[in-house]
């Protein structure tokens, strides 16, 4: 009988000539590793960049036309800040006048400027004009007070000034001025331009609306 004869392995064949023994060694499969997915991160930088001009179009755009538009919108914010808060020439005392006719105060007549400085710690010197019409007596609590300011720069200390004036008053009368706690606490208080107000009185809301005639 013949004896058979089997071919060996080409693959054997190659492991031996690399590996100099016949001995064939154990080789791990190749994995192929799964790749991240990157397309939503891909259309987020898009969105962002799709609303964007181009460099190019931003750089053609000459320096004075953005000069031009910057100024104009600086223009109107100036206007519509002087539209809402206009600067009057009007006379303090022609104010005053009619802001006391339409208040009511019946024989009451305006106080010294030192008066100013006692309720109030205002030194009328440093405005354009300050007139105050003070209660006639303790148990009085009828007053006026308009002030003329120089520049808005004052105005937020003659109005922290006559807030504490007010808080005095009602202090002084906790507990028995009820009808006097009830006009202090109606009283008006208002700036408009270069002008304060302050009216406690039964007409203060008329005398407010002849304050704002007046200017």
Avoid: W
Avoid at 12 to 20: H, L
């Amino acid at each position: 009988m013949k004896r058979i004869v089997f071919p060996k392995r080409q693959d054997s064949k190659r492991d031996e000539a690399r590996n100099g023994s016949g001995n064939s060694q154990f080789r791990f499969p190749k994995v192929k590793m799964p790749v991240r997915q990157e397309s939503g991160i891909h259309a987020s930088r898009q969105n962002r960049t799709e609303g964007a001009l181009p460099y190019e179009k931003l750089s053609g755009i000459p320096c004075h036309y953005i000069k031009y538009a910057l100024a104009a919108v600086l223009l109107i914010f100036v206007i519509l800040d002087m539209v809402n808060d206009p600067v009057s020439s009007a006379k303090i005392e022609t104010v005053a006048e009619n802001v006391v006719k339409a208040a009511e105060f019946q024989g009451m007549e305006a106080a010294e400027a030192r008066m100013v400085k006692r309720f109030y710690g205002l030194n009328p010197k440093d405005y354009e004009g300050a007139v105050l019409y003070a209660p006639i007596d303790n148990m009085d609590a009828h007053e006026m007070l308009l002030v003329k300011l120089k520049d808005s720069s004052q105005k937020k200390q003659v109005q922290d000034a006559i807030l504490e004036r007010l808080d005095t008053q009602l202090k002084s009368f906790q507990g028995y001025g009820a009808e006097q706690t009830a006009l202090l606490n109606k009283h008006v208080l208002l700036e408009r331009g270069n002008f304060v107000l302050y009216v406690v009185g039964e007409h203060a809301s008329d005398a407010q609306e002849a304050f704002v005639k007046s200017l």
